[in-house]
């Protein structure tokens, strides 16, 4: 639609978990830092949380990229499984071939096989659980048993959860302190703040094609930082949307009414009535005017 007006070859503002646009920086960064150091280490559990639309999927993706070669991985995007649908996803994951109507005990004794074979192969194995918090809790407990298959010097099998913040709430239950005391290495994504915002969209343009001049004004910016609160999914939603707006427009440039239009029509934003967005314009101005006449003095 856009991109040949702006300069791009792709869209650079799509909500898939494309690892292509991964932005090796800031909090995902440090996430992604503390997860292989942790399973490099050989440690149970390992837990990330951050808010809806925080790019914990990315992260589980760009992860699996990562480990590819060095680990053998089972990914388990939708856990809303009973322990013995979990299991038969690890053992499918793993490689594992059984009937349908496989016993559980036989089922378990297959999945040992397995690990021990992968060790031996000098590999180790990780579960990467997306939506964590959905996971019943007997099933979380079912995947605590599962890290108890061990050599006498390591871990044959080693979680990492990635969840959203109700899964910290989940895990304060006395009935799953066990789980929640083999968590060795935890993370917490942040919000993108104004210099992750801005390193956050010249990767994406840039990977996209981009190669000219900032296409965000600096109240475009800070527009879209109060929009979107730092929750990536919706600063691609809304910098998508502005954008089109620009582009509706014939413009080259995405400033903040572009952006406020693109605010008005999107969920879950923190958007400014329309006379305390002209208040807080007319106040920015006002300032950026009054510096220029006292830098002019000195």
């Known amino acids: 639609m856009y991109l040949e007006h702006f300069g791009l070859e792709q869209h650079p503002f799509g909500i898939t978990p494309d690892t292509d646009f991964f932005v090796n920086q800031g909090s995902h960064q440090e996430a992604l830092n503390v997860l292989l150091v942790a399973l490099r280490s050989g440690e149970g559990f390992i837990k990330v949380t951050g808010e809806v639309g925080s790019g914990k999927s990315l992260l589980c993706r760009e992860l699996l990229n990562t480990l590819e070669g060095e680990f053998v991985t089972a990914y388990i995007p939708n856990p809303l499984l009973n322990p013995t649908a979990l299991r038969m996803a690890v053992a499918e994951e793993l490689g594992i071939q059984f ?30 659980i997306d939506e964590a918090q959905t996971l019943p809790d007997q099933s979380l407990e079912a995947l605590r048993l599962l890290t108890n298959l061990e050599t006498e010097k390591n871990k044959l099998l080693q979680v990492v959860l ?60 800070a527009s879209l930082l109060r929009n979107s609160r730092g929750i990536p999914r919706l600063v691609n939603v809304l910098s998508h949307k502005a954008l089109m707006s620009a582009f509706g427009r014939g413009e080259h440039l995405v400033c903040a009414h572009h952006m406020r239009r693109a605010a008005s029509d999107t969920e879950d934003t923190r958007i400014l009535c329309p006379h305390r967005y002209e208040l807080v314009t007319s106040l920015f101005s006002m300032l950026t005017l009054i510096g220029g006449r006292l830098h002019g003095w000195y």
Do not use: W
Request: glycine fraction near 6%; charged fraction near 25%.
């Open 162 to 221: 990635f969840g959203q913040p109700e899964l910290d709430e989940r895990l304060q239950q006395d009935h799953l302190r066990q789980l929640k005391q083999r968590i060795t290495f935890s993370h917490r994504i942040r919000p993108l703040d104004r210099e992750a915002l801005g390193h956050y969209l010249n990767h994406r343009l840039a990977v996209a094609g981009y190669s000219g001049e900032p296409l965000f004004t600096n109240m475009a910016l």
């Open 99 to 128: 009937a349908r109507n496989i016993g559980q005990h036989r089922l378990l004794q297959l999945i040992s096989e397995r690990l021990i074979e992968i060790c031996a192969s000098g590999k180790r194995v990780a579960v990467l």
